[in-house]
Antibody, heavy 125, light 110 residues
Framework: EVQLVESGGGLVQPGGSLRLSCAAS????????MSWVRQAPGKGLEWVAN????????YYVDSVKGRFTISRDNAKNSLYLQMNSLRAEDTAVYYC??????????????????WGQGTLVTVSS | QSVLTQPPSASGTPGQRVTISCSGS????????VNWYQHLPGTAPKLLIF???QRPSGVPDRFSGSKSGTSASLAISGLQSEDEADYYC???????????FGGGTKLTVL
């Protein structure tokens, strides 16, 4: 059974840092792209970042570029999100998600096929 | 302001068919596939439709997806009370080099 369990959320002051972790099990972690997606209070889902299997490609939403860093440890089946210079608008539930892929004719499409339960990050003084 | 545009709300009575639209542009829906997610507050989002119209195992065939040009839609037939949730469309955007979501549609079963 695929499981994704986030941890590391909490209350942090503006300008502070936090590191989120996502422990994966039930699948070959090193074979999948992985993502972070967040939902601010009363708002919709927002993709934050994703990362290729070997770490050679990473992509970020513009609002977090230069402040957040996605990383992974395939030996530990874990995904991370280092969040620096946090702002009030970063307050959200952060979800870890697996990037599933569908390649019917050699061209792949990607989607979030498994999600964790999320961890709440609150940025406030 | 979301890159993909969805109606903020939709509603229907049990047994009815409802559709939720998702409008984008040539850099996202126009050139990439669309996925749909169901989200109940306090729970993990759930993949409902991938690659425009494919259903993951376990998702009832009451749910269907389609795409045409720069728009996509999710249809739910035989509406049930348990379908009351928020629904999101999403696609990769070639210009932004990232995944973009719609603002979400809150479905109410009357």
């Amino acid at each position: 059974e695929v499981q994704l369990v986030e941890s590391g959320g909490g209350l942090v002051q503006p300008g502070g840092s936090l590191r989120l972790s996502c422990a994966a099990s039930g699948f070959t972690f090193s074979s999948y792209w992985m993502s972070w997606v967040r939902q601010a209070p009363g708002k919709g889902l927002e993709w934050v970042a994703n990362m290729k299997q070997d770490g050679s490609e990473k992509y970020y939403v513009d609002s977090v570029k230069g402040r957040f860093t996605i990383s992974r440890d395939n030996a530990k089946n874990s995904l991370y999100l280092q969040m620096n210079s946090l702002r009030a608008e970063d307050t959200a539930v952060y979800y870890c998600a697996r990037d599933g892929r569908y390649c019917p004719n050699g061209v792949c499409s990607y989607y979030f096929d498994y999600w964790g339960q999320g961890t709440l990050v609150t940025v406030s003084s | 302001q979301s890159v993909l545009t969805q109606p903020p709300s939709a509603s229907g009575t049990p047994g009815q068919r409802v559709t939720i639209s998702c409008s984008g542009s040539s850099s996202n829906i126009g050139s990439n596939t669309v996925n749909w997610y169901q989200h109940l507050p306090g729970t993990a989002p759930k993949l409902l439709i991938f690659s425009n119209s494919q259903r993951p195992s376990g998702v009832p065939d009451r749910f269907s997806g389609s795409k045409s040009g720069t728009s996509a839609s999710l249809a739910i037939s035989g509406l049930q009370s348990e379908d009351e949730a928020d629904y999101y469309c999403a696609a990769w955007d070639d210009s932004l080099n990232g995944v973009v979501f719609g603002g979400g549609t809150k479905l109410t079963v009357l």
